[in-house]
């Protein structure tokens, strides 16, 4: 979710490094650890893979990382703010709003130890090297090895996650943590926007009584397609952003019937319309069963223009413009030919 005027940053650091293994001196990766609840192995075990080593063993967790003072989350991901005050006045019949200004930040970075736990720790070396990148990556590398843990050695092995990290990693597996940060930005970025409370109430008034109007069967379907819409929002991984952005179309609209939705919304040719759905259900194939894992902002643009068009003219009873216009311009596009599949070639 971007918000036009927000400049996000990043600071950099690094932790655990020495002469022999200095900053920037080893492969990206990612790391996770997870306490054992009441579950112990011994001696400790070690797996090895080119690209992973899992750890479980008895003793004690480095953690660290970097505090981004007075922050609070957005909804997107690895995103935080730093907001800003706003203070009204009030001169006779005159309302005044005013909103501070930019501040400094102290960036603070932290270290301890988490001492005497029974753990699991993954390393991942990825081909990633952007910090939300190598997250993603590393998320989606240790999925099916973490779940086969969980079903073959129970739900105790990861019940709690200690730490999560990105950094680099050695050949003889040392880790040093970057403590580059999530994106932040401030709110002072933005010009204050003011509305009339009467002027939100006559927008929003008639939307809340049609939704409570309408029978229980569309209803269930609109609050299924904006579970799906909220998760997409927030959702890092592009590739389960995309189908997530799918679900929210195919909640509110068959597969089949969606080109004759999408011509009634937009007017274009029923031709086009049908071509565009069918390459874009074609990524979503290829992204569900694993054939491609390969996916652009441009196409991440283009199905969230389709689930925002099929999503605001279900709750609101016209599309928002700006899908819309997205959505048209991706149809006034000579459509690309089929693209070859990729395959992995990973060891896990």
């Known amino acids: 979710m971007d918000i036009d005027g927000l400049e996000f940053l990043r600071v950099n650091g690094w932790q655990n ?26 001696p400790e075990v070690v797996f090895g893979f080119s690209n992973m080593r899992i750890r479980i063993s008895l003793g004690d967790v480095d953690t660290g990382g970097i505090v981004l003072p ?25 309302t ?13 970075a932290w270290q301890e130890t988490v001492s005497s736990i029974s753990y699991m720790e993954i390393l991942v070396r990825t081909e990633a090297r952007e910090p939300g990148a190598i997250l993603n990556e590393g998320r ?6 973490l779940t086969l843990l969980q079903f073959s050695l129970g739900p105790r092995v990861s019940a709690v996650q200690v730490t999560e990290e990105v950094g680099e990693i050695f050949e003889d597996w040392h880790w040093n943590r ?37 029978d229980e069967e569309k209803r269930t379907r609109a609050r299924v397609a904006s579970q799906w819409w909220q998760l997409a929002e927030a959702q890092g991984d592009l590739v389960i952003k995309y189908i997530s952005l799918w679900l929210v179309a195919e909640s509110l609209v068959d597969k089949k019937n969606m080109p004759t939705k999408l ?16 390459r874009l259900y074609t990524r979503r194939c290829e992204l569900t069963h694993g054939k491609n894992r390969d996916v652009s902002t441009e196409e ?42 990729s395959h992995s070639t990973r060891d896990v």
């Open 263 to 278: 011509y009634d919304l937009i007017g274009h040719s029923l031709q086009k319309c049908e071509k565009f759905i069918r």
């Open 300 to 341: 991440i643009a283009e199905i969230r223009s389709l689930a925002g068009a099929f999503l605001s003219a279900d709750l609101c009873t016209v599309p928002l413009p700006s899908y819309i216009a997205r959505v048209e311009q991706s149809l006034r596009r000579v459509l690309p030919k089929k693209r070859k599949h």
């Open 96 to 108: 005044k709003f005013e909103s501070e200004g930019i501040g400094t930040i102290d960036f603070k």
């Open 17 to 42: 490094s020495d002469e022999a293994h200095p900053p920037r001196g080893g492969h990206s990766g990612y790391r996770i650890v997870w306490r054992c609840l009441a579950w112990v192995v011994h």
């Open 70 to 94: 007075n922050a609070i989350p957005m909804r997107s991901h690895d995103r935080w703010i730093l907001p800003q005050k706003i203070y009204r006045t009030q001169d006779g019949n005159d």
């Open 178 to 214: 970057s403590l580059a940060s999530d994106s932040l930005a401030w709110e002072p970025q933005l010009n204050l926007h003011g509305m009339q409370g009467s002027e939100l109430v006559d927008t929003m008034k008639p939307l809340i009584d049609r939704w409570l109007s309408r």
């Open 140 to 145: 989606r590398t240790t999925s099916s090895i």
